[in-house]
């Protein structure tokens, strides 16, 4: 029988998680659940000098806002942080007794050694190694010393950490399930430290044991760690264990193809989310960099993403993090909302005096499909608000009288009544016609009498009478969108401006 397919998310708390972090929790979820799998959270805090208090809670916040919820480990249940499940704690820190049991293992079958070097040592062999076109890394003095020569400095309890004893010869190798065969030879790698002088662990003798304890059957994780597969498979090797499959994702690039930076949308998540982003367009977009279905298809909701993920289909090379495609995946996702969803979604983004104002639903769900064409997000929203382009749909507009003068009528006396006089005709039209929110049937109000008059004659102070701007939608849509009263209050404003 297959093993149970058990994956995990392991992030470290030392910042805030941003989508390069979305992306492999995501294809870790995928590929539990697409399984009936388990999938796991754990909290890998061992570099206690990069820590950030607010780390975990962002972590957990971000993925519950984006639906990513883990069966097993550190994750929220009614806003609290739980921590639990088979393993004990998820969180290294607090598991620091069975690292050390694990360390002290390899020490005794001599597959780990006492290292007592100081900084200023560490430097040389650094300097020497890179004069010498050396790979980087140890030299391995430490690993000579006799046991009577550690057990005197330990017991004059002399700076140490623990290091792996990686062999000098030979290679260690694995089937990636994205790159394929990957070699290293071992005599490249270096005799990792595996317990700090603090006495913390490290990530690498930590995740080893961790995902052995915690049964996971897949590492999913970033192109970064791939030169660390080699000491952890070499961990595994020297506990007994089978190592899980190995899956390292392509890194995530900007346009120019350098690799992403925060400048160029390495956001946090949610930041994404202050945005304006929904989650799902953000998931879909997520998925995205570095999967594709293999066919024409791009919107996947979650589910659709359990059902077709697969690992085989994601690629090697650097996947491009392209906003403007973001920005149109959320414009579909913005598409799906209920109208009253929408309606929801838009008034979050008004300023905050038109937040406070009573609105009128109805004007609202009108006006939302309007806006939805001018937006990718609610930040554009906001932004325009901000540039006062908007104002005009929620306030009467001032603007120039001059702005109401069609093309060639001429900014006189004569110019403006006859401009008057064609809007007071436009009113008694549309006082006339019976009242309509459909902009066709508005049109076909006061078309025809555009079409005698002059197009731009009649449709031009119409509209500026509307909106105030000199670009706008068409007055027939303003017109449906206001209502025979506002429309008409709009317009006698216009009428009394050009007689003042
Ligand atoms: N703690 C590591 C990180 O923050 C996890 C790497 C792994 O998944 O093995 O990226």
Request: charge should be negative.
């Amino acid at each position: 029988m297959l093993k149970k397919i058990r994956t995990r998310f392991a992030p470290s708390p030392t910042g805030y998680l941003h989508v390069g972090g979305l992306r492999t929790a995501l294809y870790a979820y995928l590929l539990a659940k697409q399984h009936q799998g388990t999938f796991l959270l754990r909290i890998e805090d061992t570099d206690r000098e990069r820590y950030v208090s607010d780390g975990i809670n962002n972590i957990l916040t971000s993925l519950a806002w984006a639906g990513i919820n883990p069966d097993e480990g550190v994750r929220l249940e009614n806003n609290t942080i739980v921590n639990s499940g088979p393993a004990g704690s998820y969180i290294q820190s607090e598991r620091l007794s069975i690292y050390k049991k694990y360390a002290e293992k390899l020490i005794e079958q001599g597959h780990a050694y006492y290292c007592f070097c100081t900084p200023e040592r560490l430097a040389r062999v650094r300097e020497e190694r890179q004069a010498n076109k050396l790979p980087p890394g140890y030299d391995g003095l430490c690993a000579t010393l006799s046991e009577s020569e550690v057990k005197e400095k330990l017991s004059h309890n002399t700076h140490s950490v623990i290091r792996l004893k990686m062999p000098e010869h030979g290679e260690t190798k694995w089937n990636d399930l994205i790159r394929g065969e990957v070699i290293f030879k071992n005599d490249d790698v270096d005799d990792q430290v595996l317990i700090k002088s603090d006495g913390y662990p490290t990530y690498h003798l930590a995740v080893v044991v961790d995902d052995h304890e915690m049964n996971i059957s897949h590492v999913i994780r970033g192109e970064e760690w791939i030169s660390s597969t080699p000491k952890h498979l070499m961990l595994y090797h020297y506990f007994g264990w089978e190592p899980p499959h190995f899956a390292h994702l392509p890194l995530l690039l900007n346009s120019d193809k350098s690799k992403l930076s925060k400048r160029q949308g390495d956001v946090a998540v949610l930041d994404y989310k202050a945005k304006g982003y929904l989650p799902d367009a953000l998931l879909n977009f997520v998925a995205f960099l570095g999967w594709n279905p293999g066919n024409e298809n791009e919107i996947f909701s979650l589910e659709q993403l359990i059902t077709s993920f697969s690992l085989d289909k994601v690629g090697k090379s650097g996947a491009v993090f392209n906003i403007e495609k973001l920005d149109w995946y959320n414009r579909e996702y913005l598409k799906k909302l209920h109208p009253e969803e929408l309606v929801d979604y838009i008034l979050a983004y008004l300023p905050n005096e038109l937040q406070t104002k009573e609105h009128d639903r109805e004007f609202l769900l009108r006006l939302a499909p309007l806006l939805l064409e001018r937006i990718h997000k609610g930040a554009d929203l906001a932004q325009m608000f901000e540039q006062g382009e908007l104002t005009y749909y929620f306030q009467e507009p001032t603007y120039p009288k001059e702005l109401l003068l069609w093309k060639n009528t001429k900014a006189t006396r004569e110019g403006y009544m006859e401009t008057a006089e064609r809007l007071q005709h436009v009113i008694k039209l549309i006082n006339e016609a019976p009242a309509s929110n459909d902009s066709e049937a508005v049109k076909a109000i006061i078309f025809p009498y555009a079409e005698k008059e002059g197009r731009g004659e009649i449709l031009w102070p119409l509209r500026v009478a509307l909106s105030g701007k000199e670009k706008s939608p068409d007055p027939f849509t303003l017109a449906s969108l206001f209502g025979k009263h506002e429309t008409i209050k709009r317009i006698e404003f216009a009428v009394a401006l050009l007689s003042s």
